[in-house]
């Protein structure tokens, strides 16, 4: 039996103790003996959250079936287990062997969301690891970046070996191959990385400078070696059909955030809502082939023993085997009593008719993003859903008996007036009106509706449209959600109207990671050396410290947030190409001002660039 | 058809609680195709009742679930089936086809007896698991021969006063030094095995903090007595059993 790296006291008086004991089924447990490359596999938030994520799953999976390879999972431990682990110098270790992470090979992190940088540090310094990339000694583990975040890597480019730029499935066995060659030929730690800068798709970020200009923008970049490409691009899965797809999940013993099997349908979007950076980095749009699906889903059942099963992408509306691969899982699913979950389905008459039948109407509730209150607005943001478009939704919805609805908007998108924000209160009074037209007093179910309106603070991110635009300052986000709930309690149906919004605090913060360059890496790590952990959990973020970080670094938050970008200033992510081109998304953010929206891939190619991979829809087409 | 499974649940799983132990069952009986039977309704759930919730920490080699199923082959395969996708530290000892009138695991429960022994590495004279008590046998002797053996509780809404000595039904030393007991495991009289060594630690005057012991539950029982009779414990597995039906 394992031996578990912390005790059984420790183990005891820490919350969940089942976060930190592996052995979950469908882990995988390999003799080391056997194998050439140890690798820890990072989500950097604590392992409910980490559990729920697709993408390490897909990697696990992977780099596990290769005989020579044994990838583990880390994540960040909690703070009760944080504190002991600093008290008694607990080395960070991986579930499944329960070994050190810094005896390993490589550390994957995989970077979701701008608010754990953070927590990368705390993974790097309880696993015994030097925080900058270049103190790391020949034994210290090759620290990878990797997910949406390493897109624009420069806050965070000091703390990591090197960066992995888009889809994981295709490039690492050509790195784990040339580790092993270098590490044979009695190579270096930056022999090794020097032939990974050759390999696609990897950015090594030491072999760069950032220079900048007086004004504090970026100037431009310098090599310091001439054999180092001058741009990344971002690497993607040419067949999706072919490539691997993990069919036994490791199941964990708690309830996670996402507790089923996850059925990825497909990667990518036709949409092009300009606020979105999936959207743009995902591009072009590639299905999975429904059969494959099919055996996909029964298999993971079957393995996992789970009893509900979601589908996965950035608009399920849009996949084409959509009907086909539902009538299989509606059969097969109520067969075996597993429950069928469908996120990010626009609403109509067909996703209603499957939704009666895989959902208890009563209790679920339907969901509308609209992400703005005036067509206006919706027009500037590239959002195709139209007032009629909603209101004929709900009225359908309501008639089959639903009676929740839920409502997503965003506050502070560009050129948004008083007169956008007033339409959020108006929309969602029009939406519990349409209740009462379409449902009779006597087949009221309570005789009410309940609308849930909800407001999120508008981040521009890189290669989006909107990654020229103003952020609002924190002031501007409160004013807005201010009037937001005016407008509400204005409205004749406000009872019936529930509203949320978001803080704005870490909004801001998440503006400047977003859009920072390298500087920001100061501040980063002297936040974390100030205790701050967890900024993604509003109880442990820390407000005021991460303000005295900027003014002890120098660093001014507006200009990285509110400061309007002049059309031709050199971005911090500007050498990484992510398949759109530049001039793509300045003609969309001008198109943006102009109020214009653009068709989507289905309808007429708009030439984002992404159709040189000669993959998916740009291949079909 | 009710099934009665007995398993093991030690090492790492230990620290697996009660609820989650559900939910991996759950999931376990599917990847097993077990053709369990499920509830109505619109979100049907599996049929499936456990016998006594077993606290985080402690081990055991005699828990016990019950399921009702539509169709099987035998008991031994499905005991090979649920073994197949069990993980390290959970073992199916037993599967029984239970009559159709037997009282449902949890509502049976009587009794279970535990074991006590000290940890590896906690303490040099007995590396073995037994405690570094002196005449252990005569300690624990003259603890037991009290008439009393009271207890004071600390409960959410306050303290309660208890007597051990009326749900003590064993108390003795094994073999290798560590302690067993057989103790009051019904709803309305649970005993904890560590109220009576926290207990029994106190009257010897000796102090060994909890986390130096590892408690682990080796068997459940239920009372076949009549009303009247002296305790009758029979495990829970053994209900079922032509010999116990005629008796």
């Not at chain 1, 300052?473 to 409160?478: G, Q, Y």
Request: negative net charge; proline residues 4%.
């Amino acid at each position: 039996m394992r031996k578990l790296a912390l005790r059984d006291e420790i183990l005891m008086q820490v919350e969940k103790p089942a976060r930190y004991i592996g052995n979950e089924v469908n882990s995988v447990v390999k003799d080391k003996a056997h194998v050439e490359i140890r690798f820890a596999m990072c989500f950097p938030d604590v392992y409910e959250i980490g559990m729920s994520h697709l993408g390490i799953q897909i990697l696990y999976s992977m780099f596990n079936a290769w005989a020579d390879v044994w990838c583990e999972r880390v994540y960040s431990p909690w703070v009760d287990l944080d504190r002991i682990m600093r008290q008694e110098k607990i080395p960070l270790f991986g579930l499944e062997s329960q070994e050190p992470v810094k005896d390993m090979d490589f550390l994957g992190i995989t970077i979701q969301y701008e608010m754990c940088y953070t927590n990368i540090l705390q993974i790097l310094d309880l696993a015994q690891i030097p925080l900058s990339a270049k103190e790391r000694g020949e034994d210290a583990p090759i620290v990878i970046g990797g997910g949406p975040c390493a897109y624009n890597p420069e806050p965070i480019a000091e703390f990591f070996d090197l960066f992995y730029i888009g889809e994981g499935e295709t490039q690492y066995r050509r790195l784990f191959d040339w580790y092993l060659e270098n590490r044979r030929a009695g190579g270096t730690r930056l022999d090794f990385l020097h032939g990974a800068a050759g390999i696609p798709g990897i950015y090594v970020p030491r072999f760069y400078e950032e220079l900048y200009r007086a004004d504090g923008t970026v100037q431009g970049r310098r090599k310091l070696y001439d054999d180092v490409p001058d741009r990344i691009t971002k690497e993607l899965v040419k067949d999706m059909t072919a490539v691997h797809y993990p069919q036994k999940p490791v199941v964990p013993f708690i309830k996670v955030t996402q507790d089923r099997v996850v059925l990825e349908i497909q990667r990518g979007c036709i949409r092009g809502c300009r606020f979105c950076q999936a959207g743009q980095l995902y591009r072009p749009v590639r299905e999975r082939d429904a059969d494959k699906l099919k055996e996909y889903a029964k298999a993971a059942l079957q393995n996992t023993g789970h009893e509900e099963i979601s589908l996965s992408s950035l608009s399920s509306s849009d996949y084409t085997q959509l009907n086909e691969l539902l009538d299989f899982l509606i059969e097969d699913c109520d067969r075996k009593h597993v429950n069928i979950s469908l996120p990010s389905l626009r609403i109509d008459a067909f996703s209603l008719d499957v939704m009666s039948k895989v959902q208890d109407v009563k209790k679920s509730s339907l969901t509308f993003a609209p992400e703005a209150g005036s067509q206006r607005l919706r027009d500037v943001i590239n959002k195709g859903l139209t007032e009629e478009v909603i209101l004929k939704g709900a009225a359908l919805a309501f008639a089959g008996g639903w009676t929740r609805v839920k409502l997503y908007f965003m506050l502070g998108l560009p050129t948004e007036t008083e007169e956008d924000i007033r339409g959020i209160g108006e929309l969602s009074n029009k939406i519990a009106a349409a209740f009462f037209d379409t449902v009779p007093k006597d087949k009221r179910v309570n005789g009410k509706v309940q609308i849930v309106t909800s407001t999120s603070f508008f981040i521009p991110k890189p290669f989006t449209p909107f990654q020229w635009a103003p952020m609002c300052t924190k002031e501007e986000f409160i004013d807005k959600a201010y009037l937001t709930k005016k407008g509400i309690m204005e409205q004749l149906n406000q009872k019936s109207i529930k509203y949320n919004w978001h803080e704005a605090d870490a909004s801001v913060l998440e503006g400047v990671f977003a859009r920072g360059d390298r500087r920001v890496a100061e501040v980063i790590r002297k936040a974390y050396e100030r205790g701050c952990l967890f900024d993604s959990w509003s109880e442990y973020f820390h407000n005021d410290v991460w303000l005295e970080c900027f003014a002890d670094c120098g660093l001014d938050i507006g200009f990285y947030t509110t400061r309007e970008r002049a059309d031709d200033e050199i971005f911090p992510w500007d050498f990484i190409d992510c398949g759109v081109t530049r001039e793509f998304l300045l003609r969309e953010w001008n198109r943006a001002k102009a109020q214009t929206v653009s068709p989507n891939c289905k309808e007429q190619c708009q030439g984002c660039g992404a159709g040189r991979f000669g993959v998916g829809i740009c291949k079909e087409r | 058809m009710k099934i009665r499974i007995k398993f093991a649940k030690y090492g790492a799983m230990k620290f697996i609680g009660h609820l989650d132990m559900m939910r991996y069952f759950q999931k376990a009986i599917r990847r097993a195709d077990i053709d369990i039977r499920y509830s109505e309704g619109f979100n049907p759930h599996q049929i499936m009742s456990f016998a006594a919730p077993l606290g985080v920490g402690i081990e055991s080699y005699g828990e016990y679930m019950d399921i009702e199923v539509l169709s099987m082959t035998s008991a031994e395969d499905m005991k090979r089936a649920l073994n197949d996708v069990m993980v390290e530290g959970v073992e199916i000892l037993s599967v029984n086809v239970m009559p159709d009138d037997v009282k449902n695991a949890m509502a049976s429960v009587a009794a279970a007896s535990y074991r006590i022994a000290m940890k590896e590495g906690y303490s040099e004279k007995t590396p073995s698991g037994g405690f570094p008590i002196d005449d252990l046998a005569g300690k624990l002797q003259t603890f037991y021969a009290q008439e009393h053996i009271p207890y004071t509780k600390e409960t959410k809404k306050g303290v309660a006063e208890l007597d051990l000595k009326e749900g003590l039904y064993e108390l003795a030393p094994e073999p290798d030094g560590a302690i067993r007991m057989l103790v009051n495991a019904s709803s309305s009289g649970n005993i904890k095995p560590a109220m009576v060594f926290e207990s029994f630690c106190k009257s010897a005057g000796i102090d060994i903090p909890q986390t130096a012991y590892q408690v682990t539950r080796l068997e459940t029982y239920t009372d076949m007595a009549k009303d009247g009779e002296a305790h009758k414990f029979v495990p829970l597995s053994d209900v079922g059993n032509d010999d116990n039906r005629k008796r």
